[in-house]
């Protein structure tokens, strides 16, 4: 199948998971259940990652303004700014896309190769509606909450390497993330992140709905919802970047 | 009754069914047999909407299922129970909760009477104590039940059942043959059982169709099927020295 008709088979699937559900309370306590799974579930691959992040981000920018003409609180604004704009939304979208992207793909494709999906089809169950639906609704709401403790603990574990090192002091650090602080950045960057959830959930899904075969089509289907969710992204992210900040 | 009126079906360039006619009466185990890659669990798919045939006619009660509008199909697939070749029970849910899950979709009951009715069901099929186990903590055969158990908890008027005896011993193969027979008798459910299983056949079959290179090449009861002289069928029936010698048992002739 070609492009256009991957886009094409994408956009049914779409509308036929947003039709009506037979049950609202089961529907939403679906998604309570894939918020735990795929959003509390990465709180500490997210928590750990953004630390170090922030921790590099300010090494690496001590290191690249190293000169007496720039001020010592710059080292903070950087941090600061790369954390908000690209780092927090756009690596932990692409970090979500590996886990969540491929735990959805995984159990998806493993439900379609054991004929699960067919059995809630035969019952007359809107088997995309079911399954994809609370994983677009839970992902859409959790990560931007995983994108602000990302957000908080890179910044945090910056001012913890620039200190720790002395590369950078805690005055100057806090100055600089205090520094021409631009509140629409936390809006672009969690526009960002919802738009990034719904890719990764939809993509995840549909590499998941029509894999065909066994455990290996499985594990094939899982590779691509990971490569292409990470694809859309990095696509989206220059275009949203050009619409909301230029 | 379920009706089949001139059937095909293809994928791509391969044909797999090529018109298909068949009637599958109410209160009988209707049974589709033939060879791997026969086409006969495709032919079950198309009955039950899941693939969609570029030529012919299911009818339900004589109402065609690909005329009807999304609604309606919805409310037929409310009267079908269907076993799968693997179970297809939910893995995330406890035995109990696969049987609840089509009663807490669709049906209109308090939270215990939806408990009552799955309870009645997993009684039926024998496997009550275990209803608080996982799918994978199950066997073969006790997978299988609590795939009967689902597919009978709406009180269906269609049960399908796609090879329920695949993997199974002997003996657990006669305990769910048994049961399909007095659950189709109980409820009056027009059964219809995809084998290749030839124990099966002749425990349970009343109303045998037998499918050869995607086409209908035989139809009787189990009476006549050991005497056809249709080559093709004799060929798949007698493909192993026990079937022969059960004729000859039977008949006096090998």
Known sequence: MGIIGHIGRYALLLKETFSRPERATIYWRRTLEEMDLLG???????????????????????????????????????????????????????????????????????????????????????????????????????????????????????????????????????????????????????????????IIATVSAYQGYYTQGGTREVGISSTKAVVYSNVVILIVNYALTQLLLI | MIEVKGLSKRFGTTQVLTDINAVFQKGKVNQIIGKSGSGKSVLAKCIVGLHVPEEGQVLYEGRSFHDMDR?????????????????????????????????QMFATMSKSEMEDRAHTCLKRVNILEKDHLFPAELSGGMQKRVGIARAIAMN???????????????????????????ITEEFGTT????????????????????????????????????????????????????????????????
């Open chain 1, 40 to 198: 509390l579930k990465s709180l500490g691959i997210v928590g750990l990652l953004s630390f170090f992040m922030g921790a590099v981000i300010t090494i690496q920018t001590k290191t690249n303004i190293d000169s007496p003409l720039i001020q010592a609180w710059v080292v903070g604004f950087a941090t600061r700014q790369s954390t908000i704009l690209e780092f927090s939304p756009t690596i932990i979208a692409l970090i979500l896309a590996g886990k969540v992207g491929s735990n959805i793909a995984a159990e998806i494709g493993s439900m379609r190769v054991k004929e699960q999906i067919d059995a809630l089809d035969i019952m007359g169950v809107n088997s995309a509606g079911y399954l994809i639906l609370p994983k677009i609704l839970a992902s859409m709401f959790i990560n931007p909450f995983l994108v602000m403790v990302s957000m908080f603990l890179s910044i945090f574990g910056g001012y913890i390497a620039g200190t720790a090192t002395g590369i950078v002091g805690s005055t100057d650090y806090l100055q600089g993330i205090q520094t021409n602080f631009i509140p629409y950045h936390i809006t672009y960057a969690l526009i960002k992140t919802v738009v990034f959830a719904f």
């Open chain 2, 71 to 103: 609604d309606e199909k919805k409310l037929i697939r409310q009267e079908i129970g269907m076993l799968f070749q693997g179970s297809a029970l939910f893995d995330s849910l406890t035995v109990l909760q696969n049987v609840l899950f089509p009663l």
């Open chain 2, 156 to 182: 269906p008027k269609y049960l399908f059942c796609d090879e329920p005896n695949s993997g199974l011993d002997p003996q657990t193969s006669i305990v769910i043959d048994d049961l399909i027979k007095e």
């Open chain 2, 191 to 254: 059964t219809i059982v995809i084998t290749h299983d030839m124990n099966s056949v002749m425990e349970t079959g009343e109303n045998i169709i037998f499918i050869h290179h995607g086409r209908k090449w035989w139809e009787g009861g189990k009476d006549d099927l050991l005497n056809s002289d249709n080559k093709e069928l004799n060929e798949f029936i007698f493909a192993g020295g026990l079937m022969r010698q059960v004729k000859k048992a039977m008949t006096g002739r090998s």
